[in-house]
């Protein structure tokens, strides 16, 4: 058998008890690169004659980028359902999110948009685990 170096394996099968751990590891890939998008858009904007106009989409794009490489983190350390751990990590980002925006204040309006911020956290967590674990 062909563990192509994933370190979540040994002896040929995951271990139970080391999924949820992978799971926290990919959320935390996933918001280190927000963050990371983060600050360098704000240098962008700063330094650069770019209007503010431009911000939600940078962010909106940052962050579902941050969702698809997590989740391709998970998926190429994992041997089976790469599509359900991806996705996993894409909706416990949108908890992440929300959590964080509960504690630092930010202003927040659940409804309708939660759940697409929910629908699209899954599907592109899940189009990172299908691209991690094919990988």
């Given at each position: ?49 770019l209007s ?7 962010i909106f ?75």
């Open positions: 058998m062909n563990n192509k170096g994933r370190s979540s394996i040994q002896g040929g099968s995951l271990l139970v008890s080391s999924v949820p751990i992978l799971i926290i590891r990919g959320l935390l890939v996933a918001l280190l690169l927000s963050f990371i998008f983060l600050a360098l858009c704000t240098v962008a904007l700063y330094l650069s004659p503010e106009v431009f911000v939600p989409y940078l794009g940052g962050t579902l980028l941050s969702i698809l490489l997590g989740s391709v983190y998970v998926g190429k350390r994992t041997e089976e359902k790469g599509w359900l751990r991806g996705g996993l990590t894409g909706l416990f980002y949108v908890l992440a999110l929300i959590i964080l925006s509960y504690i630092f204040r930010v202003s927040f309006e659940p409804g309708l948009n939660i759940v697409t911020k929910f629908f699209l956290g899954f599907s592109f967590g899940t189009l990172g685990g299908i691209l991690g674990i094919n990988s």
